[in-house]
């Protein structure tokens, strides 16, 4: 017994020593990131007179070794160990030339000699979950968009770094702590249907660059919001003779054709109201009686919350027609203004006329008289005729009108004496109060003299270097100095002589009896003016001359130069257009111009829409601006160079004839760069092949 329990006891104490001889090594992290650290420790190492303590990074087909330690350095007992400090997986730690060799699954291997051992397989990834949404799945164009994003490393930790979104967005942002908040807009002009936001996130090292990345893709969609209506008309003006056709196409945001019913609302010139309803792309013809209200009609097209506004006008027609009741002519005017004809009517072979000035929609009456017979009556003014073989009687050829047939023909000496009563009193009248007028005109001939006097005080009470300037000013006329050189034909000031370009012309002046329209005005700065020499200033002239195809007429103010498209010289309301046209048209022309010729035109335009009362008088039209109509040009016109800049109010009647961008805006006002008109001609090509073919069909 006593033997057995000593053999007991030694075969412990062997495999004690045999135990702690062994090579151990500590286990990984199941997952590991790039640039993460890597630690490990070694036990029961054993050292030697020969080889090397080795420990490597097996990864697939590739080993990195991490420590190379000789033998030597360890005690051939064993039982001692080692940690290696921490390996970070970046190339530059490891010193290797890419960091991809080493992603996937891998295992940290230890030799010292014959002994070796290795840890479990564990896994190293350069993945990024990411997490992301938008707050909803639909969003108008321009409407904010908010994303949120998550992003975690494989190793579970979350990411410090950059996200990168492109496709429908582009922008680049810092992420931290592994969240990120980006509020951003699809354009205003954006076209409908579905978007996908890519998403790009990663961390970077200074030696590797990127290190761990993912990406995501982020659905959202824009919706189709309808912009505005084109309403195309078959003519501009017609007669109640002929017919209309309407057309009428609803675009969305992106300029696309997009499908709906279009509200139709014809107001003729006394009020009245036409209704229609048409699908976008399709037309409506209008058939109008010969009496329809001649003037300007306007059209207002409406789809949901936008409505287009366009004008036709309708000519005025003089048109009667004939009929006969036994002897008597019917003369009746059928058309839509005053019947002023001449109207021959032949009985038999002899020609009678009638001089005729009819109201709309009157009719009159004719006796015909001839000896006792039947005869061939024909009717006809020149655009109208109608015949009829009439039975008449009577001593002699002849027309009576039957609306001088009453009161007055049968007491016409009743009437002659009261014609001469009113007469004598209205000599009585005239010789009374003439007195009165002759005492009127010696008051107004001393008017200069008072003018004279004012003008005189005005100056002795200014000091002596001002006093010659006052002079200058003190006309008693609206005009400035500068517009009434307008009117000579010489060069004053370096002003340069307009009617030598017959361009029609306006005046800022009060004007206490006009009408007040809404207008259109452009500013033109010519920065440089005092600047350019004669022909510089010619060329400016003529530029602005071209203005006067599109009816604007010009108050030229020194370096400002102002173009007046009023409704009084235009004959339309719709002056928004003409002054873009006639605006983009200086605009060309003077870059052109600077292109070519030494001496450069520096400018900047700036147009604005609002009310001024205007009247014309002596050739021109003389303008009350109300408001900041005017001022507000001139801002604009102030505040960019070579630039032609739109108010709003002008943008917003323009959205489908213009392409601009937002600007800088003018205290509260926001303005508009505008780079390109649209010609909607084509429109009009449209409409007329469609007909074409309904024709054919």
């Not at 354009?187 to 090292?205: H, K």
Request: charged letters at 25%; proline letters at 2%.
């Amino acid at each position: 017994m006593k033997k057995e329990l000593v053999l007991a006891g030694l075969c412990l104490v062997f495999f004690a020593s045999f135990a702690s001889a062994r090579l151990m090594i500590s286990e990984p992290e199941d997952v590991y990131s790039l640039g993460d650290k890597l630690y490990i420790t070694v036990e029961g190492i054993r050292g030697g007179d020969s080889g090397n303590l080795n420990i490597n990074l097996d990864c697939g087909n590739v080993s990195v070794n991490l420590l190379k330690i000789s033998a030597r350095a360890f005690s051939p007992e064993g039982g001692q160990s080692y940690s290696l400090p921490y390996k970070v997986l970046t190339s530059e730690d490891l010193e290797i030339s890419s960091l991809s060799r080493i992603v996937g699954n891998c295992q940290v291997s230890v030799g010292v000699g014959d002994e070796k051992v290795s840890t479990d397989v564990f896994e190293i990834s350069n993945n990024i979950s990411i997490e992301a949404s938008v707050d909803k799945l639909h969003y108008d164009p321009g409407e904010e968009i908010t994303l949120s994003l998550s992003a975690t490393k494989s190793n579970g930790h979350l990411v410090s770094g950059f996200v990168e979104g492109s496709n429908a967005s582009d922008f680049s942002k810092e992420i931290e702590n592994g969240a990120l908040t980006e509020v951003f807009s699809m354009s205003d002009t954006a076209e409908a249907g579905a978007y996908v936001l890519n998403l790009f996130v990663y961390d970077v090292s200074e030696g590797d660059g990127i290190l761990n990345q993912g990406l995501a893709k982020v659905l959202f969609k824009i919706n189709q919001v309808p912009s505005f209506i084109d309403t195309g008309l078959s003519a501009v003006e017609i007669t109640p003779e002929e017919n209309l056709t309407i057309s009428t196409d609803i675009y969305d945001q992106s300029g696309k054709e997009m499908d709906g019913d279009v509200s139709l609302l014809i107001v003729s010139p006394d009020g009245g109201e036409i209704q229609r309803t048409i699908k976008s792309g399709d037309f409506v013809a209008l058939n109008f009686p010969l009496n329809a209200t001649a003037g300007v009609w306007s059209i207002f097209s409406f789809f949901l919350e936008i409505n287009e506004e366009d004008e036709f006008e309708i000519l005025e027609l003089q048109k009667a027609e004939f009929e006969f009741q036994g002897s008597i002519l019917i003369v009746k005017n059928v058309g839509n203004a005053r019947y002023q004809k001449n109207v021959d009517v032949k009985i038999g072979d002899t020609l009678e006329e009638l001089v005729l000035n009819m109201d709309i929609g009157e009719e009159r009456r004719f006796n015909l008289k001839a000896p006792d017979g039947e005869y061939e009556i024909i009717v006809n003014d020149g655009d109208s005729s109608a015949s009829r073989s009439v039975v008449l009687t009577g001593n002699a050829i002849s027309i009576d009108d039957l609306r001088n047939v009453g009161i007055f023909k049968n007491y016409s000496v009743i009437w002659i004496f009261l014609i001469v009563v009113l007469g004598g009193v209205g000599l009585v009248l005239f010789f009374k109060y003439r007195k009165k007028s002759v005492r009127l005109k010696d008051k107004v001939k001393k008017v200069p003299g008072k003018i004279k006097k004012i003008k005189d005080k005005v100056k002795g009470r200014v000091p002596e270097k001002y006093s010659s300037k006052v002079s200058d000013t003190l006309h008693f006329t609206n005009k400035s100095p500068t517009s009434q050189s307008l009117d000579e034909h010489e060069e004053k000031d370096g002003m340069i002589d307009l009617t030598e370009t017959k361009v029609g012309k306006a005046e800022s002046s009060l004007v206490l009896k006009g009408e007040r329209n809404s207008s259109t005005v452009i500013a033109l700065r010519i920065k440089n003016y005092e600047d350019l020499g004669r022909e510089g200033r010619k060329r400016v002239a003529n530029i602005v001359a071209g203005v006067k195809k599109e009816k604007g007429l010009v108050d030229w103010r020194g370096e400002y130069i102002f173009v007046i498209f009023s409704p009084l010289a235009t004959k339309t309301f719709k002056n928004e257009l003409l002054a873009a046209k006639a605006g983009f048209d200086i605009f060309e022309k003077i870059n052109l111009g600077n292109k070519k010729f030494k001496d450069k035109i520096s400018f900047n335009i700036g147009i604005n829409s609002g009310d001024l009362v205007a009247s014309k008088k002596k050739g021109k039209l003389q303008y009350t601006s109300i408001g900041s109509t005017i001022a507000l040009a001139k801002k604009i016109a102030d505040s960019g160079s070579g630039k032609l800049l739109i108010s709003n109010s002008v943008r917003k009647k323009l959205l489908k004839d213009l392409k601009s961008e937002k600007a800088e805006a003018v205290g509260k006002t926001d303005v508009y760069e505008v780079s390109k008109i649209i010609d909607r001609s084509s429109n009009q090509e449209k409409l007329t092949e469609l007909l074409k073919r309904m024709e054919r069909g």
